[in-house]
């Protein structure tokens, strides 16, 4: 793959919230990352992600399945859109979905996602959002974290990039237990893309 450039356009895909969204583009703002957002797609039009994207002026387009016609239109779709906004390198921040062949060839080891805990504990397919932490207490783990890794064709199983870690107290419900861990993620992402951006981790050596 060739190196990334000195600022790398990014590119966000983000079903609900998009808070992890918002951290990193106020880190670009701020310089504290050197790169640019380009754009952001969402699966789902009622998205406050898709919101707050019209609000800042950032490019955002809503595709889905239905409005595609069928998986693979909707894989042509993404990367058309990716090229159009010339996108180097690919966010995933609370994208419910798989991304599709095309992409994944166009974007090898330049997609990003993030998971609420310490992969490979508690991920792949339904470990989301309150279950990931749900499980993470129902095994009285003392530990949890955050894992920015990279994205291949399944849920959660790409090569590791980065993780830390966060406490998990013997009181903690699924809610306390969440916001420390995204607190954490809003500002371990950020730090990882720098260290991406800066080539400390070079991504094509990770398997
Ligand atoms: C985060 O916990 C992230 O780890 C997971 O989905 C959640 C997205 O939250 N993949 P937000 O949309 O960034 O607020």
């Not at 993404?78 to 798989?98: E, F, S």
């Not at 003392?142 to 199983?157: A, C, F, N, Q, R």
Request: proline share 4%; charged share 20%; hydrophobic share 40%.
């Amino acid at each position: 793959m060739a190196h990334l450039p000195e600022r790398p356009r990014l590119g966000f895909f983000v079903s609900h919230r998009g808070s992890n969204m918002r951290a990193i583009f106020d880190a670009c703002q701020d310089r504290r990352v050197r790169a640019e957002p380009a754009l952001l797609i969402s699966n789902n039009k009622s998205s406050a992600a898709l919101a707050w994207a019209e609000e800042v002026s950032l490019s955002h387009i809503n595709l889905c399945p239905t409005g595609a016609g069928s998986e693979e239109a909707l894989d042509e779709a993404h990367l058309k859109a990716l090229q159009n906004a010339d996108v180097d390198l690919i966010i995933l921040a609370g994208y419910m979905r798989k991304i599709g062949p095309l992409v994944l060839a166009a974007y090898a080891n330049r997609i990003l996602n993030i998971h609420p805990a310490l992969l490979p504990k508690y991920g792949g397919q339904g470990m989301y959002g309150h279950h990931v932490h749900d499980a993470v207490i129902a095994a009285r783990e003392t530990e949890s974290g955050v894992t920015v890794h990279l994205v291949d064709g399944s849920y959660d199983t790409g090569p590791i990039v980065d993780q830390t870690t966060v406490p998990v107290e013997s009181d903690d419900t699924t809610e306390t237990l969440a916001a420390r861990v995204l607190k954490s993620e809003h500002s371990f992402f950020s730090e990882t893309l720098t260290r991406i951006i800066s080539g400390d981790i070079d991504l094509d050596s990770l398997r």
